[in-house]
């Protein structure tokens, strides 16, 4: 079964939409990254899927049931949805911030019990922000707030991970970083995860398929190498860079030259 | 250690409750009425019967006469503490309507007696008086003393002067048919501008002193003086800016409060109006 | 640091003891039954449940410059209790039930008002709240100037007081506000994990499973509750529902579950604190909101320093 199945979506901010009898299938275990210019679309279709956002026509299938017709709590676990960047106005902290993952799986009035604080923990360190847990969530970088951030979505247990322009605050070192664990996550525990990137390199890296959008439609989506070509690339950013193979791993490595 | 000091504490608790309702049994043997004075026209009256000594209680505006000052003061006219008053333990409560009503209100549901003061002319305020005579066991003092405020006014007659009485500059308030001073001032002879209306503080417009043309100005508030109100843009052209006569010079208390002191207050505005050249005593 | 807020309930007893036993009446039990009593109830009453509201509002709002004013309510009580007072002889006891009725009235223009699309949203309630809220004040004024009632008489009434006497019937009428008050604050506090989380952001809410609309509404109609009744029987008063969660957060930390409990009794003990200063330091009775603004007002300032 698909893990995320799109049907026929419609979509628009204003009177024009910008997705279309939009339809896209997602498998279970799939890592998706999709790229495209500002205004493609990528976070309105990662907002739709995580259930933030609601289509004028068409529906969301996860797992073969409509997004809306789940209950809130059952949606919170099964998709984890991090935003670009977050700002938070009272100065939890961090472990509070991760603690606030594991809501879905309590009642009214139920505390936190032993294997919240544990499966807390284990978020922390697969983030690598445990030695953290007591700070306060804006005393630490931004970075490490992304990380915080990730731990809590991942307490929510989810089977669907979206990220939307996860690395995009982060310097390489950190973005590495990220990217390695939600490799981890992907490959080990089967999340599917889907993501949105500027960066078509670092997209490439992890992902297994990429989808290349552009004004709210797929110009492609298949496996790295099949979508990173120039002819593709120029469509539709209106440049043309050159594209070569990664030295160290068999992927597209995009090249960028100021003058053509 | 937590525990422990939290269950003494408790326990002094309930035992500091034990011991403040125990404490809370007040006895006092009553000699004489308890009177407590919301108003000052009334403290000037119970003063005037020469009942002073049964004032326990009066209002931070009661400043008339001075041994009124000395009285203990359970609060302003509008809010006065219910609690200070309460602890007096008076006999009666002297009040005015409608700016009392809750103080009125919260009395009689401590079942507390109060004497409502509401003198809308002369003939009212001086038949309270009788009555306050008669709660305070000076009925005969209260029959002479009205007795003598009636003849004095009687003997005060007024030329027929258009008259406009300024109770507040901003907003401009002037006295309407309904308050006491204008019902004494008309009856006596002068002409209030604005005894045509209704209300009693009624809120005008600069526009209406103009048309109606007053001869005298009469302050009765302490924020303006002759010279400001000379100055003011609009009234250049009225009859009194331009004779200059504007009165400033009577204590407004003598005039808005109901009380005895009134017939000072028209003997004054009779003197200065008799001066005054071109009118007739 | 203490951690546990019940612990608070200890300074609020003894606070309660000296509102019973200071005053210039003595010590006497019709005095302390009669009189301060009730004001010590209304104390607790109003103090707790406005600081509450105000931190719930902080939170859900994502403002902290939020107090249960903000909403509206109150200018549509104090209308209410403008209107009573243009007829001159209504009884004072009959003003509690008149303003509460135009506090419900004013919490239904701000929901109406506040839809978007058949949706509730935070900006749009505040927006409507504040709309609403210069409706009300501006009609208030409006039947302030027509009113046969002096002025003092309705300003004092509506900056807030505690020195409401009871009648056996308004007595019963109030404690049972009061016992319905408490349930509805208990049902708020149930909702405070989704409060933690809502004032992290509302998308964050959501994903995580938390119907972020349902709960605006609610949270949203129960505060006006509260706020009407707290409004209804002493007036508007100042600055608690703004200031006392803050000093709460900077004694709990920021979780709802220990803010909420802790601003009620914080609440509750500086607003009785603030009437006996009001009530024993000056020859005239200060206005309540006066005294709290002036606590308030240096406690901001410190806070601001800090930031």
Known sequence: MDAILLKELSFGYTKENLFQNFSLSIPEGDFLGIIGPNGSGKTTLLKLIAGLLKSTSGQVLVFGEDLFHRKPKERGRLIGYMPQESHFLWNFKVKEVVLMGRYPYHRRFEREKREDFEIADLAMRLTNIIDLKDRGINNISTGERQRAVLARVLCQNPKILLLDEVTSHLDIGQAIEILRILRHLNTTYKITCLFSSHDINLAAMVAKRILLLAKGQVIACDRPDKVILPELLEKVYSIRPLITTHPKLNIPWVILNLRE | ?281 | MRNNPSLLLFPLIAIIFLSLSLGPGGVRGEIIFKIRLPRVLLGIFAGGVLSFVGGVLQGLLENPLCDPYILGIASGATFGVSLSLLFGHVSYFFIPPFAFAFSLLSLFFVYTLAQVSGRIQKLSLILSGVLISFLFSSLSILAMTFSKQPLAQIIYLIMGNLSVLFSPLTLMSFLIVFIISLILLYFLFSYAQELNILSTGEEAAISVGIDTERLVRMVFIISSLLTGFVVSFVGSISFVGLVVPHIARALYGYDHRKILPASFLLGSSLLLISDIFARTTAPVELPLSVVTALFGVPFFFYRLRRL
């Open chain 2, 1 to 281: 250690m937590g525990q422990l000091s939290k269950k003494t504490f408790l326990f002094c608790s309930f035992i500091g409750l034990l011991l403040l309702l125990f404490c809370a049994r007040g006895t006092k043997k009553k000699l004489s009425l308890r009177v407590v004075s919301l108003v000052p026209s009334i403290t000037e009256v119970i003063f005037a019967l020469g009942k002073e000594s049964l004032l326990v209680g009066n209002t931070i505006y009661c400043d008339y006469p001075e041994g009124a000052k000395k009285i203990y003061k359970v609060g302003d006219f509008i809010n006065p503490s219910l609690e200070k008053i309460v602890a007096l333990r008076p006999d009666i409560v002297f009040l005015t309507l409608p700016a009392q009503k809750i103080i009125q209100e919260k009395l009689n549901t401590l079942k507390i007696k109060t004497f409502v003061s509401q003198p809308k002319d002369f003939e009212t305020m001086l038949d309270e008086i009788k009555e306050i005579g008669r709660q305070l066991g000076a009925e005969k003092r209260a029959c002479s003393l009205s007795h003598f405020l009636q003849e004095a006014k009687e003997k005060i007659r007024f030329p027929p002067i258009k008259v406009y009485i300024e109770i507040s500059p901003q907003p401009i308030i002037s006295i309407g048919k309904k308050s006491f001073l204008s019902d004494i001032l008309e009856k006596q002879g002068l002409k209030n501008i604005f005894s045509d209306i209704e209300e009693e503080y009624p809120i005008i417009r600069i526009e209406d002193i103009i048309k109606r043309d007053p001869e005298v100005v009469l302050i009765l508030h302490p924020l303006s003086r002759k010279e400001e109100v000379k100055k003011r843009l609009g009234l250049e052209k009225v009859k009194a800016v331009q004779s200059g006569q504007i009165i400033d010079e009577i204590n407004p208390d003598l005039l808005l409060r109901p009380g005895p002191r009134i017939i000072e207050g028209l003997k004054m505005l009779h003197s200065i109006l008799s001066s005054k050249p071109g009118h007739e005593k």
